[in-house]
């Protein structure tokens, strides 16, 4: 397995990288996954010398150093691991039968192609479409990088044997955008990660007490989640509706400058934190009254959040803001415990967010999770996932299916 995040990274891509190869271990495959040393959220890297049992990390980057500027920190991860992939490709092009790619970052997957014999099976990850996503409304000199950027995605996917994808949305906007085989493409929804919902433990018990509501966003901050958008929204629903707390946990420099921001200017009931521990995600959604899932509009087709299952699955309300005809806000809608705002407008946001707090006081999260077991079963399984790498003959989506999708993509 290629890619830069893995255990014990605190990325939503790490932890899901981590849990598949944990899975491949256990279905009696030998795994190696050349990575880099954990950098998130603070983009410093971290000697760690935790370790997944039976799993061998072939791991570099100490010695890279990111910049603050968002772009400059992607081209600085592309080139470096495109060079530690390349040199760990060679070495171990003859112990593979399969090489899995986890896309994003892209640039590496044009060495891994030349270097791995013909024989090795290539499957690819797609967990952002960054040539469409990453690029976009930023004028002439963003549009000629964009087109870059698509031209290296879109050989990286097509020197993959096979391309999984996320949602089928994605799907259908590789299959049009970057002229893909549709035979090539199979949709995995992530998959959940928590186990046990019933007890909620005590560790976040002070961050977020028993007696108030929490609206709570957790998770990278970037583009596509609109970060300064939300953290405004967030700013004047907390002036808004005082006897709720808000909270914003991540890390990073955008983190740090709205945390900043908020230092200078503080509201009593908004409250910066870092990212909870893996082993306390199960707490945070079920103290949780609503969970906020930001998606820009741009982004809506193009990605799926690997949280979502895990939100869903401890039964915690969810309120997000994303394009109403997305696959997200259909699979949302199914749940009856969802609010979908297709605008970042105040208004509509606070009037959402309302309804979101009402809905939350009417179930509870034993109610709510017993609703979407089924959802769960049918659609985030890390069984699909792990056969979709495992299986020479990964079945191509149902040409029906994907069609329906790509006829909404195109009517939106």
Request: glycine share 4%; with cysteine; hydrophobic share 40%.
């Amino acid at each position: 397995m290629f890619s830069p995040f893995f255990y014990p990274e605190a990325i939503s891509t790490g932890k899901y990288n981590s849990v598949l190869a944990q899975a491949l271990l256990e279905a009696g495959a030998s795994v190696q996954v050349v990575c880099f040393y954990p950098s998130y959220p603070s983009w410093k890297p971290t000697i760690d010398s935790q370790e997944i049992p039976g799993i061998t990390a072939h791991r570099a980057g100490r010695w890279v150093r990111y910049p603050r500027h968002t772009l400059l920190r992607r081209a600085v991860l592309e080139i470096s691991f495109a060079w530690h992939a390349a040199i760990s490709a060679f070495r171990l092009r003859r112990e593979a039968d399969v090489v899995v790619i986890v896309f994003p970052p892209s640039l590496a997957s044009l060495f891994i192609q030349t270097i791995f014999p013909a024989s090795v099976r290539r499957i690819g990850i797609v967990h952002d479409l960054q040539g469409i996503l990453g690029l976009s409304d930023g004028g002439r000199f963003y549009g000629l990088l964009s087109r870059v950027v698509n031209a290296v995605e879109k050989r990286g996917f097509r020197s993959c044997d096979h391309l999984i994808l996320l949602s089928r949305d994605m799907a259908s906007v590789a299959k049009l955008e970057l002229q893909l085989d549709e035979a090539k493409l199979k949709v995995c929804y992530p998959f959940t990660t928590i186990r046990n919902c019933e007890h909620s433990g005590s560790s976040l018990a002070q961050l977020f007490p028993s007696s108030a509501r929490h609206v709570v966003y957790s998770g990278a901050l970037g583009k596509k989640q609109n970060s300064y958008g939300l953290a405004e929204l967030f700013r004047k629903a907390a002036v808004a509706i005082p006897d709720v707390h808000f909270h914003i946990l991540s890390g990073g420099p955008i983190f740090e400058i709205l945390k900043g921001k908020n230092s200078v200017q503080p509201i009593s009931n908004l409250h910066f934190h870092d990212l909870v521990k893996e082993s306390d995600l199960e707490e945070l959604y079920l103290r949780s009254t609503v969970q906020v899932i930001p998606v820009l509009d741009i982004a809506s087709n193009s990605c799926l959040p690997s949280k979502l299952p895990n939100i869903l699955a401890a039964g915690c309300p969810v309120l997000a803001i994303c394009n109403s005809d997305s696959e997200l806000a259909h699979l949302l809608q199914t749940t009856g415990f969802a609010e979908v705002v297709p605008s970042w407008e105040y208004p509509q946001f606070l009037e959402s967010l309302r309804k979101s707090l009402s809905l939350a006081d009417r179930s509870t999260h034993e109610e709510r999770r017993t609703r979407v077991k089924a959802l769960l079963s049918s659609h985030f399984s890390l069984d699909a996932l792990v056969s979709a790498v495992l299986d020479a003959r990964l079945p191509a989506i149902q040409a029906s299916s994907l069609e329906s999708v790509t006829d909404e993509y195109q009517s939106t």
